[in-house]
């Protein structure tokens, strides 16, 4: 199952045995252009003026950019050693749309796992986490559909999910607190029921931030 089935599973949509599926989000360019120029429009803006002509289409390739995920296959190799210590994969840069306000949040990830009957390839925990973020998101769930994603595909003894992320529409606006970070974390099976294992994960993931 591609990353992108499971996000066909989730949408309720048969995934008609896809590979690396060419389902996206409908987006309807042209529409998104009126609705921009619109926008501005409604801002007080001069839409006409030359430095404002190509900034509805601008702004519908921004959107379209970010609001599009790349599927991609998880490549899993057997774990022949029997490696049983955590993997840890820390600060894995992401960014994705925060769905109240349109505006970006920013930072990192820390994901770690402890293997099963199976490893996966380290830089598909940070495509996993580009994946989710193409979407119109709020920090928590993107948090828990890493980590749902990892249980599903990995079937590890436990996984981890700490995300760091610093949203503009807290530091930009409102409460205007830069640089302020919210961490959301989703902890699952002996990450979270084991206190020894959680605390280390705990302990590899927070340090990070810090002293990379
Ligand atoms: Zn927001």
Redesign the pocket.
């Known amino acids: 199952m591609t990353v992108n089935d499971h996000r066909l599973a989730e949408l309720g949509l048969a995934a008609n045995g896809r590979v690396n599926g060419s389902h996206q989000r409908r987006i309807d360019r042209g529409a998104v252009e009126r609705a921009a120029a619109d926008l501005l429009r409604a801002l007080g803006a001069d839409v006409e003026a030359g430095a404002l002509e190509e900034t509805p289409r601008r702004v519908t390739d921004a959107y379209a950019e970010l609001l599009t995920p790349q599927p991609f296959r998880a490549t899993t190799f057997p774990n022949d050693d029997g490696y049983d210590e955590l993997i840890v994969a820390r600060s894995i840069p992401f960014h994705s749309l925060?769905?109240?306000?349109l505006?970006p949040?920013h930072g990192v990830a820390h994901i770690g796992y402890l293997p099963g009957e199976r490893i996966i390839g380290l830089s598909k925990l940070g495509r996993v986490v580009e994946y989710y973020s193409r979407e119109l998101q709020i920090q928590e769930r993107l948090t828990t559909q890493v980590a749902g994603w990892l249980q599903r595909e990995l079937e590890p003894k436990g996984v981890g999910v700490v995300l760091e992320a610093e949203?503009?529409?807290?530091s930009l606006r409102g409460v205007q607190k830069l640089g302020a970070k919210t961490v959301t974390s989703a902890l699952r099976g002996a990450v979270r029921d084991n206190a020894r294992t959680r605390q280390e994960f705990l302990a590899l993931a927070t340090r990070t931030s810090h002293d990379q």
């Open positions: 925060c769905m109240h306000h505006l949040f949203h503009l529409c807290m």
